[in-house]
């Protein structure tokens, strides 16, 4: 593994609040995210532009896109359900367009309530009006290594929903583990099955830690030549459509990983860890992450400030 640099996708302020009952204040996330672009994060999902009515938590993209101090490093990217969302999208002037839709039919009626073939169909108009206003697409397939309804996803199938994503013009597709099911063998099976058919789109990999292997799904992701991945900053988030979901790969965890491998990222981890701490005190409960808690490996302590054990 010869990998020097990693991008990172901060997906907090999507998926991290819209699984929260509570709905934080604009004011809050437009701070969260301009200290995200302070950090260093090449890449954030701020919002997305679905119906109000169907994730009230998301309801001010269009606010909070035009109350963030931009940032020539940083794309600001949401997700667009429609055709609609997309109008609205390029009058919020966003860097860049995310569609997403189930490898598996039934998590898809679930998640959209659409077939996969209609998800398709419909991210062609999408990609019209993107086109037209230069905006570029990633493609998200979400269950991507396993569904809670139907099992083993077949790579054949991300394959081909990947080779429609190239000839629609997408820039890439991200592999999303919404349930939590992925494991290293299966993660490297799926990129090979993507290469293999379409060589040239570029692969981005989305992990939960439902079973407590998300870090290790990363690292086989790199053993693959993997450079881009997506997380959440206190490990927030999860599928409201899927069973038992658990939060996404927590972001200062991975970004620690990646850095005591010699592998930059750009970011700053001391102000991320601050980021997730405030976070937490803005949703009001304990997020799972555990760097936010921990810190670096080499902090020093006062032994002043230890306990002696009492006793032989």
């Known amino acids: ?162 080779k429609e994503y190239k000839s629609m013009g997408f820039k890439g597709v991200t592999l999303g583990d919404t349930t939590g099911m992925a494991t290293p063998p299966v993660v490297a099976d799926a990129i090979k099955a993507i290469r293999d058919k379409v060589p040239d789109l570029g692969i981005t990999l989305h992990f939960h830690n439902t079973r407590g292997v998300g870090l290790a799904n990363v690292m086989s992701g790199l053993y693959q030549g993997i450079t881009d991945y997506e997380s959440c900053f206190g490990g927030m988030g999860g599928c409201p459509f899927a069973p038992n979901a658990t939060g996404n790969i927590c972001s200062e965890d991975l970004i620690y990983l990646l850095h005591e491998m010699g592998i930059e990222t750009g970011i700053d981890l001391d102000k991320l860890i601050s980021i997730a701490q405030k976070v937490e005190g803005l949703v009001g409960h304990k997020l799972p992450g555990q760097v936010m808690r921990a810190g670096h490996r080499l902090l020093s302590y006062s032994m002043d400030d230890v306990p002696t054990a009492i006793g032989a």
Not at 21 to 35: A, C, F, R
Not at 109 to 124: A, D, I, T, Y
């Open 1 to 162: 593994m010869n990998i020097t640099n990693v991008k990172v996708t901060e997906v907090g302020p999507r998926d991290g609040f819209q699984s929260e009952k509570t709905i934080l204040k604009t004011e809050d996330k437009i701070s969260i995210i301009n200290d995200l672009i302070v950090a260093g994060f090449p890449r954030i999902e701020v919002s997305s532009f679905v119906s109000p009515k169907a994730i009230p938590q998301l309801a001010d993209a269009e606010m909070i896109l035009s109350g963030v101090n931009r940032s020539s490093t940083t794309t600001l990217a949401a997700l667009v359900p429609n055709a609609r969302g997309a109008l609205r999208a390029v009058e919020a002037n966003l860097d860049e367009i995310v569609v997403f839709l189930s490898a598996s039919e039934s998590h898809n009626k679930k998640n959209v309530n659409r077939s996969v073939n209609e998800s398709l169909v419909g991210f062609g108009e999408i990609a019209d009006i993107a086109g037209k206003n230069n905006i570029p697409v990633q493609g998200d397939i979400a269950t991507a290594f396993g569904c809670p309804f139907e099992g083993n996803i077949s790579t054949k199938s991300l394959a081909d929903i990947s």
